[in-house]
């Protein structure tokens, strides 16, 4: 009987270390898999193959996910990539906004494409900053205007680290997400003068991590002043709070292609911002408006998703 309690307690010691040990290795499994996102099968094998060092394990999964990231974008470079997002970050320095296409509009509102999007906006974003505060033009204009090409998005830092490249980041999704998908354009525009203001919208509008995403989009950057015009009608229907928004909007629905016209053509007029017809108040031209409340527009964007592109 004493034999036998001695073998019932080691064989209870033995098999309590060995559950001891598979709950841990449970736990680690859990946490990569949460870290990463990646299926539990790949997180499990990269455990395995770096003897349950869950640092090793992470970069084992990063550098197979890119490289098969890389030769699924390889493979699908010649799809058609009609639908996406464009994304729009700004302070009072800087308004940066990109366009990111995929093939299908259900991809598009995908978390993970927009969580793309969203990464692209924020490079754009941080190197246009970069570009005003070492820039030397600022003494011959107030404004910065950048444009990003595709190669150009591609090539720019990721996070602040030198080895991620956002085409690197591109091609990791493709492979997650299984549709070609391409950092098309981005613009900025950029000012230290504290008299310039900056204001976007986007259609339809979402937030994500401090980025508006949609469709479409525009920024203006504008200059403020004083209520010069003594239209009561105005002074009753124009909410200045409200204001930058609505012309923003106005720029989504109107495309106007200039501020002022160079020409004396009805076309010209047509497109030119300060002589359209307000869309919020049709009655009234923008710059019936802008003359109205002091403000000046000094320049804008405004970008369609997979729209022609001269």
Same mark, same amino acid.
């Given at each position: 009987m004493n034999m036998f309690r001695r073998l019932f307690h080691c064989t209870s010691n033995i098999s309590f270390r060995t559950s001891k040990n598979m709950t841990a290795s449970?736990?680690?499994?859990?946490?990569?898999?949460?870290?990463?996102?990646?299926?539990?099968?790949?997180?499990k094998k990269a455990l395995e193959m770096n003897n349950n060092d869950i640092e090793k394990a992470e970069n084992?999964?990063?550098?197979?996910?890119?490289s098969q990231g890389w030769a699924k974008a390889a493979k699908l470079q010649?799809?058609?990539?009609?639908?996406?997002?464009?994304?729009?970050?700004?302070?009072?320095?800087?308004?940066?906004?990109?366009?990111?296409?995929?093939?299908?509009?259900?991809?598009?509102?995908?978390e993970k494409f927009q969580s793309v999007v969203t990464q692209t906006t924020r490079a754009c974003f941080k190197n246009s900053l970069e570009t005003l505060l070492s820039s030397d033009v600022l003494q011959e204009t107030p404004i910065i205007r950048l444009g990003f090409s595709s190669e150009q998005l591609g090539a720019l830092q990721l996070n602040n680290n030198s080895d991620s490249k956002l085409s690197d980041f591109l091609a990791l999704n493709i492979g997650l997400i299984g549709e070609n998908m391409a950092a098309r354009?981005? +613009? #900025? /525009?950029?000012?230290t003068n504290s008299n310039i203001k900056?204001?976007?919208?986007?259609?339809?509008?979402?937030?994500?991590? %401090?980025?508006s995403l949609g469709k479409y989009a525009a920024v203006i950057a504008y200059e403020e002043g004083?209520?010069?015009?003594?239209?009561?009608?105005?002074?009753?229907?124009?909410?200045?709070?409200?204001?930058?928004?609505?012309?923003?909007?106005?720029?989504?629905?109107m495309n106007p292609q200039s501020l002022e016209k160079e020409g004396n053509s009805s076309n010209e007029e047509? +497109? #030119? /911002?300060?002589?359209?017809?307000?869309?919020?108040?049709?009655?009234?031209?923008?710059r019936e408006?802008?003359?109205?409340? %002091?403000?000046?527009?000094?320049?804008?964007l405004r970008f369609e998703c997979g729209e022609s592109v001269c």
């Open positions: 449970q736990s680690l499994l859990s946490t990569l898999r949460k870290k990463t996102g990646y299926a539990i099968t790949n997180c084992w999964l990063h550098a197979q996910a890119q010649n799809r058609s990539t009609p639908n996406g997002l464009v994304g729009i970050i700004l302070n009072t320095k800087c308004a940066a906004m990109v366009e990111v296409n995929c093939e299908t509009d259900f991809v598009s509102k995908n354009r981005g +613009a #900025a /525009l950029c000012s900056f204001a976007s919208s986007t259609h339809p509008e979402q937030m994500l991590d %401090g980025s004083q209520v010069s015009s003594e239209q009561d009608e105005l002074k009753e229907i124009i909410d200045i709070e409200k204001l930058p928004k609505q012309l923003c909007q106005h720029i989504i629905g047509e +497109a #030119a /911002l300060y002589h359209q017809e307000f869309l919020a108040h049709p009655e009234y031209t923008v408006v802008l003359d109205h409340v %002091g403000w000046k527009i000094k320049a804008f």
